[in-house]
């Protein structure tokens, strides 16, 4: 098993900064990717952005130079770095972990953008 713990999600104004945490525990030698996903109201969860334990990012196009992901491996830590923040990134945010073809999802965390 992998246990996911997000940190990091808040309120701040549009345009305003956020950095998402991830800690990994358990598991976790055989993890390939790290990730955040998103949930807003009504819609269904979609990818934000991904990295491989080669240091392959992919991004949503909404999010390109908007958003970085990195990963501090020997923390077992991935971040996501939100800046120019949007009233349309408003949403609850999942970290996710996929091992041995299995996906982990953390709790969540709720990100809110005021416009």
């Known amino acids: 098993q992998v246990q996911l713990v997000e940190s990091g999600g808040g309120l701040v104004q549009a345009g305003g900064s956020l950095r998402l945490s991830c800690a990994a525990s358990g598991s976790i030698i055989s993890i390939k990717i790290m990730g955040w996903y998103r949930q807003a109201p009504g819609k269904q969860r979609e990818l934000v952005a991904r990295?491989?334990?080669?240091?392959?990012?992919a991004y949503a196009d909404s999010v390109k130079g908007r958003f970085t992901i990195s990963r501090d491996i020997a923390k077992n830590t991935v971040y996501l770095q939100m800046n120019s923040l949007k009233h349309e990134d408003t949403a609850v945010y999942y970290c996710?972990?996929?091992?041995?073809?299995?996906?982990?999802w953390g709790q969540g965390t709720q990100v809110t953008v005021s416009s």
């Open positions: 990295i491989t334990n080669g240091g392959n990012t």
């Open positions: 996710n972990a996929v091992r041995s073809l299995l996906n982990f």
